[in-house]
């Protein structure tokens, strides 16, 4: 199916593991976002990637490692998973290539719902 | 003080009503507002658009910019219960395709 998609829907993890959520898109979007929501403060910006092999840092990276190695997967790895990471993750991806308007803004996955026990 | 400020609510409202939703920003580049509606357990969709100052209308929905002021709000006329939602405003500078984002504003629209 087109569009992006997101897993595991749900994951459970301990504290001290490395979990990767994963991010797929279809429509070869050369932006790719990864945000937390949290009950207090909204969406927080993660890591972005503008292209393939082409990452930065946003608001909250501490904790959190990013790859991109082909445009269409943009993997979040938690690589020692704390309590404080426990969230709801998304995934979002734009196309600046378009003509200004709705195409070149945030689309996003249905999310990750992660728990740190 | 965050760049985007967005009353948490929640907003309660009876079905039919008229809703006014407000974001205030401070940084003056900005230049592309965007309105996304969030249902709960779902990811953000985009809601309407808007570059620079001015109205935009798509049914029940306008989206209003004033630079002048730094304000965007979205209004909903005859809301419905179907309105009920986190409704967040996103804007971006010129050149920067990363959005700002608002915390979002809870919406509930009671029959």
């Known amino acids: 199916d087109a569009g992006i998609t997101q897993s595991p829907r749900y994951k459970i993890t301990e504290t001290g593991r490395q979990v990767t959520l994963m991010c797929h898109q279809t429509?070869?979007?050369?932006?790719m976002f990864w945000y937390r929501q949290d009950l207090g403060h909204g969406l927080r910006l993660i890591y972005y990637?503008?292209?393939?092999?082409?990452?930065d840092k946003g608001e909250v990276p501490d904790g959190y490692v990013v790859s991109r190695s082909k445009t269409e997967n943009f993997p979040l790895t938690l690589e020692s998973a704390t309590r404080s990471q426990t969230s709801v993750y998304f995934c979002?991806?734009?196309?600046?290539?378009?003509?200004?308007?709705?195409?070149?803004?945030?689309?996003f996955g249905q999310g990750t719902r992660l728990t740190v026990v | 003080q965050k760049e985007v400020e967005q009353d948490p609510g929640p907003l309660s409202v009876p079905e039919g009503a008229i809703v006014s939703l407000n974001c205030t920003y401070s940084?003056?580049?900005?230049?592309?507002f965007m309105w996304y509606r969030q249902y709960s357990r779902k990811g953000p969709e985009l809601l309407m658009y808007?570059?620079?100052?001015g109205n935009k209308e798509d049914g029940r929905f306008t989206a209003q910019v004033d630079k002048s002021s730094k304000y965007i709000s979205l209004f909903i006329r005859d809301s419905q219960p179907s309105d009920s939602a986190t409704y967040l405003c996103?804007?971006?500078?010129?050149?920067?395709?990363?959005?700002?984002f608002g915390r979002g504003t809870s919406l509930i629209v009671h029959p």
């Open positions: 808007t570059y620079s100052s």
């Open positions: 940084n003056s580049a900005f230049q592309y």
């Open positions: 996103a804007m971006r500078a010129g050149g920067s395709y990363i959005p700002t």
């Open positions: 979002a991806s734009s196309d600046p290539g378009q003509a200004q308007g709705v195409r070149t803004e945030a689309f």
């Open positions: 429509w070869s979007h050369s932006y």
């Open positions: 990637s503008a292209a393939a092999d082409i990452t």
